[in-house]
Nanobody
Framework: QVQLVESGGGLVQAGGSLRLSCAAS????????MGWFRQAPGKEREFVAA????????DYADSVKGRFTISRGDAKNTVYLQMNSLKPEDTAVYYC????????????????????WGQGTQVTVSP
C-alpha cells in the first residue's frame, strides 16, 4: 500500500500563491507518475497536473497552464504543486494521487489510472 498526505492548502486572495505538498510513504517503489486533481462543490473531480516517475515530463489542464507548476522533490517521494495567480474558480479540495500505470516515463492524466489517493486539502481563493 501507498499512503499520501497533502499539506499547504488554505485561504488566499485572488492573484496570490500557494504551494501544495504531497508526501508518499509505504510501497512507493510500486508507483510511477503522480498527479493532482481537484473537486469543487457540486462538480466532478478534475485533472489539474501530473508528473512522470522520472520527473522529466509533466502535463497540465488547460485551465492552469502557465499558472501552476508540478515538481518532484529530491527524494522523489514528494510532489509539489506551486499555484500562482490564483483565481476564485481555483477554489476546491485538491487531491494528490499516485499511479502504478505505465512506466517511469509515462504521465498519467485520467483519474482511473491512479490507484492511490490522499485525503485532500482545501484551497479557497477569495475575490
Amino acid at each position: 500500500q501507498v499512503q499520501l498526505v497533502e499539506s499547504g492548502g488554505g485561504l488566499v486572495q485572488a492573484g496570490g500563491s500557494l504551494r501544495l505538498s504531497c508526501a508518499a510513504s509505504g510501497r512507493t517503489s510500486s508507483t510511477y507518475g503522480m498527479g493532482w486533481f481537484r473537486q469543487a462543490p457540486g462538480k466532478e473531480r478534475e485533472f489539474v497536473a501530473a508528473i512522470s516517475g522520472s520527473g522529466g515530463s509533466t502535463d497540465y489542464a488547460d485551465s492552469v497552464k502557465g499558472r501552476f507548476t508540478i515538481s518532484r522533490g529530491d527524494a522523489k517521494n514528494t510532489v509539489y504543486l506551486q499555484m500562482n495567480s490564483l483565481k476564485p474558480e481555483d477554489t476546491a479540495v485538491y487531491y494528490c494521487a499516485a499511479s502504478s500505470y505505465g512506466n517511469r516515463w509515462y504521465v498519467p492524466r485520467g483519474h482511473k489510472e491512479y490507484g492511490y489517493w490522499g485525503q485532500g486539502t482545501q484551497v479557497t481563493v477569495s475575490p
